[in-house]
């Protein structure tokens, strides 16, 4: 067990929909990463936060949004869904956000139909 | 934006048998790490490894950071080993290469 917890561990929702995804880190790190995995596009960088601000963007979607809250659990939005959203959405979090070991969670498949 | 290259991309092995996977990246890095991505879909912590030689168990790792790449060892392989193997370079966010996916039979 890593000590990252992302809920839901599954998601199916239709195209159009709008869904939450969420994070929380490992006890004491302030950092958060979002990370997507497709079959397409492997393993990329969505978002990062340190301790409430948002600290670098990857390829993350318009579509998409993030944030991290005061008790430093986060939540990924995807919204206007389409097919190519189904994916496996990690969340990792570190202790400082400028290096050191990511933990990742155990991911969020989406599926979108 | 940097390069991470993984190969084999496919490895095949009887149990017991001993692999290396290499990866090579194109551009200087903090770090390092290996993860093990389970049948489950799970990412596995193997090593965080920015330079020099680390060992748990039947893997170990080395980096030769100068040289911009680094060596996954796996020996006496066991049928719990198949899945997929990452490589991944800190810039600080991950950057992956496509990974090595490892069979292994009894």
């Known amino acids: 067990d890593s000590g990252v917890t992302q809920t839901p561990k599954h998601l199916i929702t239709a195209t159009g929909q709008r869904v939450t995804l969420r994070c929380s880190p490992r006890s004491g790190d302030l950092s958060v990463y979002w990370y997507q995995q497709s079959l397409d596009q492997g393993l990329q960088f969505l978002i990062q936060y340190y301790n409430g601000e948002e600290r670098a963007k990857g390829n993350i979607l318009e579509r998409f949004s993030a944030q991290q809250f005061p008790d430093l659990h986060s939540e990924l939005n995807l919204s206007s869904l389409e097919l190519g959203d189904s994916a496996l959405y990690f969340c990792?979090?570190?202790?400082?956000?400028?290096?050191?070991?990511?933990?990742f969670g155990a991911g969020t498949r989406l599926s979108v139909l | 934006g940097i390069q991470v290259e993984q190969s084999p991309p496919d490895l095949i092995l009887q149990e017991g048998a001993n692999s290396t996977l290499r990866c090579n990246f194109s551009d200087s890095v903090n770090n390092l790490q290996w993860f093990h991505q389970n049948p489950w879909g799970q990412l596995i912590n193997l090593f965080y490894?920015?330079?020099g030689t680390k060992q748990n168990g039947r893997l170990s790792a080395t980096t030769v950071a100068t040289e911009r790449y680094s060596l996954l060892y796996i020996s006496s392989s066991q049928t719990t080993d198949s899945g997929v193997y990452f490589c991944?370079?800190?810039?600080?966010?991950?950057?992956f290469g496509k990974g090595t996916t490892l069979s292994v039979s009894s």
């Open positions: 990792a979090s570190s202790v400082d956000g400028t290096s050191g070991v990511q933990y």
């Open positions: 490894i920015p330079s």
């Open positions: 991944a370079v800190e810039r600080p966010a991950l950057i």
